[in-house]
């Protein structure tokens, strides 16, 4: 469903708090390597041709863009992998919008940090047991809940196993 023209976008304090969290310790880690940057959006065409492009444009022209929320990594200028971060405060929710990456990376080059109680492992978890299960067998690195020093641990042995 899609909200009405001019609906403010929906966000929690705890959203965007643990957001602000993952683009400051991905930004962190990046600076620590010479070859990676950050680039935090890109054009649909970056990967489908803009003949192939059928809707993923704007009404001036443009295509669309991809903002995942730790941005793309660049290795060399070149995009390599992808940094997304879901919050759920409860378990039904969209956070199945991570797996739109496996149409343009392999799952290994997909980074995906979840927050939120609606991300702490127990019975009955709605849509995040099965997102977390799927996203974990696919092979993409998939943390909850971390702490600042899970995390950057984390982020940095993924980034480096992309080269």
């Known amino acids: 469903m899609t909200a009405p023209v001019g609906t403010a976008a929906f966000h929690r304090k705890g959203s965007k708090a ?3 969290d993952h683009k400051r310790w991905v930004a962190e880690i990046v600076k620590e390597y010479n070859h990676f940057s950050i680039c935090y959006r ?4 970056q990967w489908i041709p803009a003949d192939k492009n059928t809707y993923a444009w704007l009404k001036n022209g443009s295509p669309q863009t991809i903002n995942p929320d730790g941005g793309f990594m660049m290795y060399k200028g070149n995009p390599i992998g992808v940094c997304e971060h879901k919050h759920q405060e409860e378990r039904p929710n969209a956070c199945e919008r991570a797996f739109k990456y496996l149409a343009i990376f392999k799952p290994q080059q997909i980074f995906v940090s979840t927050t939120g109680p609606g991300f702490i492992r127990e019975d009955g978890q709605g849509q995040t047991g099965p997102m977390l299960e799927m996203a974990m067998y696919a092979g993409m690195c998939v943390l909850e809940n971390a702490d600042e020093t899970e995390f ?6 993924w980034l480096e196993c992309l080269i």
């Open 18 to 20: 643990s957001e602000a």
């Open 42 to 45: 890109l054009p649909v065409t």
């Open 152 to 157: 950057k641990k984390t982020f940095r042995n």
